[in-house]
């Protein structure tokens, strides 16, 4: 009987295995759901309250003017500085990147340096022991 009884306990283990492993995926699949749903729900209540804060700010959308030459003007003016100040930051960037890359090759080089009178030092100790 025990043969048997080891048997039936094997199956019976892999059996509840492979059902925690299929509970485990579902599992899984139901909180992506889940989460995939509310993040949709608070993007769209962001969007919202988004609308409701320009119309209390700026009035509805009927109510509000066409946009003059000065708004359109005032608005070029600003996309113009925020360009440059991305334009800026960028060149910034590079740069930056430029002087680490600077400071790279100047300590490759001296530590190249470095390697070659160390060799140059451990020959010539070489030398003088041989005498």
Same mark, same amino acid.
């Given at each position: ?50 609308? /409701? ?18 708004? /359109? ?59």
């Amino acid at each position: 009987m025990g043969l048997f009884d080891k048997l039936k306990e094997r199956v019976t283990d892999k059996l509840v295995e492979r059902a925690a492993k299929a509970a485990a995926k579902q599992s899984a699949n139901a909180a992506k759901a889940v989460a995939k749903k509310g993040a949709e729900v608070a993007f769209q209540a962001a969007k919202d309250a988004g609308k /409701r804060l320009e119309g209390a700010l700026f009035g509805d959308d009927e109510d509000r003017p066409p946009d003059s030459e000065e708004v /359109r003007a005032e608005k070029k003016k600003k996309e113009d500085e925020v360009g440059e100040r991305l334009r800026a930051a960028d060149r910034r960037v590079k740069d930056r990147e430029a002087e680490d890359r600077r400071r790279a090759e100047q300590e490759a080089a001296r530590a190249r340096t470095e390697k070659e009178v160390d060799d140059e030092l451990a020959a010539l100790k070489k030398k003088l022991d041989r005498r």
